[in-house]
């Protein structure tokens, strides 16, 4: 069974601050999904990375792939109260694997 | 262009009794899968409908079944309830080939077993 562990578990931090969290696995995946999610709602697509080595942009939030394929990390720089919620990872394989997400708050 | 949609957003129902979930894939998408997802962890996945039949399936027993219709619409069936089937049901709906891989999610069904 492919696992995907993501860290940290919880973050509570102030408007403006930057971020990091993981997502790690042993295995190796041919695409890493990562996600938000709100309370009571279904997660968001945020970004797909495939290739090793892989960073995208969007907007405050840098993904970066590991060169292995099988870890990957979220950068969030100057973060707002709007990026409060669940962030998750889903590994691309036969069958679809979650992190079980890390709960991010960002206070006024 | 629609999204996933989902119905119902929420019910109650008792321990022993039958739901039915339903979900509506995004326009031009054919393929649907379901996840549960506990409080405070991540989605699990359940099973997944291509095609009218269940392609994948995760670790979750034959209590829970679905069905996928011609215009790739699809219901999650869970039998004999028990109080640990509580959970935000999602559906995600994806296109069959698209590389790389992406699924799509609806807002979820919550539902409360007592």
């Known amino acids: 069974t492919q696992l995907l562990e993501q860290s940290p578990q919880f973050l509570s931090i102030q408007e403006g601050e930057n971020l990091t969290v993981y997502c790690n696995s042993s295995?190796?995946?041919?695409?890493l999904q990562w996600y938000r999610q709100e309370p009571g709602e279904g997660p968001v697509l945020l970004v797909t990375v495939v290739t090793g080595g892989e960073v995208k942009k969007l907007k405050r939030l840098t993904f970066q792939f590991g060169d292995a394929r099988k870890d990957s990390s979220l950068h969030i720089t100057a973060a707002q109260p709007g990026d409060t919620g669940l962030y998750l990872c889903?590994?691309?394989?036969?069958?679809?694997?979650f992190g079980r997400g890390t709960s991010l708050i960002v206070h006024p | 262009d629609a999204g996933v949609t989902q119905s119902p957003t929420h019910l109650i129902k008792t321990r022993g009794q039958q739901v039915t979930l339903r979900c509506s894939p995004k326009?031009?998408?054919?393929?649907v899968s379901w996840y549960q997802q506990a409080l405070g962890q991540g989605p699990q996945f359940i099973f997944q409908?291509?095609?009218?039949?269940?392609?994948q399936r995760g670790n979750f027993p034959d209590r829970f079944s679905g069905h996928q219709f011609p215009n790739y619409s699809s219901e999650l069936n869970v039998n004999a309830l028990l109080l640990g089937d509580s959970a935000l049901y999602l559906c995600a709906s994806s296109l069959v080939g698209t590389t790389p891989y992406e699924q799509y999610f609806g807002p979820g069904t919550r539902l409360t077993v007592t």
């Open positions: 295995s190796v995946f041919s695409s």
């Open positions: 409908y291509y095609e009218e039949e269940e392609r």
């Open positions: 326009s031009g998408h054919d393929t």
């Open positions: 889903e590994g691309g394989s036969y069958i679809p694997t």
